[in-house]
């Protein structure tokens, strides 16, 4: 695990797990912070699914799909320079949509009278 960024309010870490994002561990260490708010984005591109998750005093709001295909094309570099950074800008937009439909959920949930 390392520290990515620092913030005022806040820290970015990355870290690797195995198969799956650490949603139990979320979902204690959120019950024990009740006033923390952790953000989580995850990948795991052997099994094609992506997601990003809100985990607020033990409950978590979540949007999961699947990563885009990757072409590799090994007799062409600049054919495969531009595939890559097609590949990397339709993960970028799956991203932002993944964290979109995760924050409207938690939005909805914390402001619904």
Sequence with gaps: MCIRDRYVDGVKLRFDTAWSPP??????????????????????????FMGYAIVKDGEYWEAEGETVP?????????????????????MSERRDQLMFEASD???KAMYVE
């Design 23 to 48: 949603m139990g561990w979320l979902e204690t260490m959120s019950r024990d912070w009740p006033s923390l708010l952790f953000r989580i984005a995850f990948e795991e591109g052997g099994m094609d």
């Design 70 to 90: 990757y072409e590799f094309v090994c007799d062409n570099p600049s054919e495969q320079s531009r595939i890559d950074d097609a590949w990397h800008d339709a």
């Design 105 to 107: 959920a938690y939005e």
